[in-house]
């Protein structure tokens, strides 16, 4: 059995939060992510730089995997409320 937590619940709160679907809000964050790690802001970019990920650029799971554990770490689920709106 993987390790890797299934994310798949948060997803589709977010998309029945927003009347959408769990693919529209994978590509919404896929377009954040995107962009996050593109920007020219030194401190924006040291913490897009801070989330792992096994490709070039993390996947919607890795990000929500990421967000998670500061959370955890931070005890601080208003993480998850300013990333994701919940």
């Known amino acids: 059995m993987s390790k ?3 994310y798949t619940h948060i997803f589709e709160r977010i998309a029945a939060k ?7 809000v994978r590509r ?4 954040t992510i995107q962009v996050g790690f593109s ?5 924006i ?4 730089d801070k989330i792992p990920c096994k490709g070039e650029l993390p ?3 890795e990000l929500l995997a990421y ?3 500061q959370a955890k770490k931070e005890k601080a689920d208003v993480l998850l ?3 994701f709106k919940l």
């Open 39 to 43: 920007d020219s802001d030194p401190q």
């Open 28 to 31: 919404n964050m896929e377009a």
């Open 45 to 48: 970019r040291a913490a897009c």
């Open 59 to 61: 996947t919607p799971d």
């Open 18 to 24: 927003n009347h959408t679907t769990v693919a529209e």
């Open 67 to 69: 967000v998670a554990w």
């Open 81 to 83: 409320r300013r990333y």
């Open 4 to 6: 890797r937590k299934d």
